[in-house]
């Protein structure tokens, strides 16, 4: 069950406590289900979620790596980039705001991102998530720990040469309005200036697992596979 013991004093704003009860509303409502339990209206989620952020240049083979890994050890995929495309297919309030940051190669609030991603996490019946492209900046990881209330586990990072990431992307052939040399530019700027910290972050908290993304798909695997097979005992 996860639990967090707060120690709130009488000072303490009623904005803080409402985002304190809002967290332990997504953490209570990630896990346990406790009050739907009572209710007898769903089943709880009984196990410690057990999540991996995905990180990497872009074309660098995360969302390749993790269809892989969701075959092989059963996680539940979350794309960060997948679900800012559904919003704006969706033609949702946020969708032409987050079309134009895609194209520009630049990253959406995080408020938005971050919400996106707790709304899946709930829906989700699995413990074990893949958050692939996700946190891109520090101000991501910050508001992914202050909506959500939580850390990841392991964080996988897929290093890769600028050269080949932009060829991949160029021949990717998907239909992607960012797949373009112009914008291909800017994210990899963005890349070095705002991902490249949060890598270093994780890294200096011993969470961080480097693959080196060079070779075939099923080489690059190899080096994943080691990583999830060592965690599988323990997380399920
Ligand atoms: N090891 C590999 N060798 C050659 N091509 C690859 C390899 N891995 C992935 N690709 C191809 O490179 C392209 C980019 O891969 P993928 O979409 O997985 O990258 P990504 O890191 O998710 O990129 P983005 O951040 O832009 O979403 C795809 O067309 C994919 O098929
Ligand atoms: N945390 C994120 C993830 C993605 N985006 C935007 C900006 C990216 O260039 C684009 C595509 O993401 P990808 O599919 O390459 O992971 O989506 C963002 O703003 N914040
Ligand atoms: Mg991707």
């Not at 409502?29 to 739907?36: H, K, N, Y």
């Not at 961080?208 to 993304?213: D, E, Q, V």
Request: proline letters at 4%; glycine letters at 8%; aromatic letters at 8%.
């Amino acid at each position: 069950m996860w639990r967090r013991v707060a120690s709130l004093s009488s000072s303490i704003s009623s904005s803080f406590l409402a985002q304190t009860a809002s967290r332990l509303n997504t953490w209570e409502s990630l896990t346990t289900g406790i009050a739907q339990q009572a209710k007898g209206v769903i089943a709880p989620k009984e196990k410690t979620p057990f999540i991996t952020f995905v990180l990497g240049g872009p074309g660098s083979g995360k969302g390749t790596q993790c269809i892989k890994i969701v075959e092989t050890f059963g996680f539940a995929h979350l794309s960060a980039g997948d679900l800012l495309r559904r919003e704006i297919a969706s033609k949702s309030a946020d969708g032409a705001m987050i079309l134009n940051t895609i194209k520009e190669g630049k990253i959406v609030p995080s408020q938005v991102t971050v919400k996106l991603i707790q709304k899946e996490m709930e829906l989700s019946d699995n413990h074990k998530f893949l958050i692939d492209g996700f946190p891109r900046t520090e101000e991501n990881r910050v508001s992914f720990e202050r909506i959500i209330g939580v850390e990841p586990n392991v964080v996988l990072f897929f290093d890769c040469p600028e050269e080949e990431m932009v060829k991949r992307v160029l021949n990717r052939n998907e239909g992607r309005v960012d797949d373009n040399l112009e914008t291909i530019k800017k994210r990899l700027t963005v890349f070095q200036a705002l991902s490249l910290p949060v890598i270093n972050y994780y890294s200096e908290r011993g969470k961080l697992y480097t693959i080196k993304a060079i070779g075939t798909e099923d080489e690059i695997f190899e080096q994943v596979r080691p990583i999830f097979a060592a965690f599988e005992q323990t997380v399920g």
